[in-house]
């Protein structure tokens, strides 16, 4: 909160400094460097809009062949032919992929704050964790399937083991990074070490963690589609394993942009409970100069 009023107040240091109270009243000039960009999500829509016209042409010239690269209207086709099975294998893709998000983010979190609260199991555990850390997901889905067998449990341990990697690490990294004076101002105020770790160590690395939720997220989809290699008879990544398999690059691709929304989807919903889980953070001023320096507005 008082980092949050700090931004604000040095921000209004600097208009001052201009001679000018706000953004709006700078000179036009200086107006359009640093004001919010009210055209923002027009803007962001024009390079889709450009890579999909440019597509659409060249693939209507037929230079390319169609294998290689589908026109959109190739995609529309395809997708009125899956129709009948992408429900099904969206709940079950969703549900698998969530469901091992989840129990990776949780198990990862509470590995690492473990690891980084004690020395001796950071010291027994922690080369295991840097033993896995290095190994591609594929290289461990013969080992899969013979210690779980076929279906759903193999897939789910496949993305908890993926994602609790990345957010194990994160966290320990987190919490090396968190300010020393923050834990010397609890002790001089007689904190235990438990208690530091409840109300100091956790805020402060929040926001980071969140940011590793996020990679973690996106992530996840990638996993799915290593994980229904084992042996799975439905989702979206087995549903692009068969259609491999007829060289439908139309399907593929609509599959892919199917994973791409929903990697997407997810990453909105972080960001909508990061906002109140950071509101006491500079991160959260999306206004000013500062702002828009950093990235924030």
């Not at 107040?9 to 600097?14: A, C, F, G, N, T």
């Not at 690492?112 to 889905?141: C, E, H, Q, W």
């Not at 897939?155 to 968190?178: F, M, P, R, Y």
């Not at 979206?236 to 997407?264: C, F, K, N, P, W």
């Amino acid at each position: 909160m008082h980092a949050a009023v700090k931004s604000q107040e040095s921000d209004r240091m600097i208009y001052s400094d201009l001679g000018r109270d706000s953004v709006d009243d700078l000179p036009k000039g200086a107006r359009e460097r640093w004001a919010p960009l009210r055209w923002a999500p027009l803007r962001r829509a024009v390079v889709p809009v450009v890579v999909i016209v440019v597509w659409a042409f060249i693939s209507s010239l037929h230079f390319i062949d169609p294998i290689f690269l589908p026109s959109p209207a190739d995609l529309l086709t395809a997708f009125n032919t899956l129709s009948p099975l992408l429900p099904g294998a969206f709940v079950s893709s969703v549900s698998m992929t969530l469901g091992g998000f989840l129990g990776g983010t949780a198990f990862g979190v509470l590995i690492g704050l473990v690891m980084a609260y004690s020395k001796n199991f950071r010291i027994t555990f922690g080369g295991i964790l840097d033993f896995l850390r290095p190994v591609p997901v594929f290289a461990l889905i013969p080992l899969f399937v013979l210690w779980f067998g076929l279906g759903k449990t193999p897939q789910i341990s496949l993305i908890i083991l993926g994602t609790s990697v990345i957010l194990g690490l994160t966290t320990i990294e987190a919490v090396k990074n968190v300010p020393q004076v923050f834990v010397r101002a609890a002790l001089v105020l007689g904190a235990n070490r438990w208690t530091i770790y409840r109300s100091v160590i956790v805020p402060s690395i929040l926001p980071h963690m969140l940011g590793a939720i996020r990679v973690a997220g996106a992530a996840c989809w990638g996993l799915d589609v290593a994980a229904e290699y084992i042996g799975a008879q439905t989702g979206l990544g087995h549903l692009m394993i068969v259609r491999e398999q007829y060289l439908d690059t139309a399907s593929i691709i609509l599959i892919v942009i199917i994973y791409s929304g929903l990697a997407l989807g997810l990453d909105f919903i972080i960001r909508l409970v990061e906002r109140p889980l950071t509101r006491w953070t500079e991160r959260s001023i999306r206004r000013g100069i500062v702002a828009s320096i950093v990235g924030s507005a």
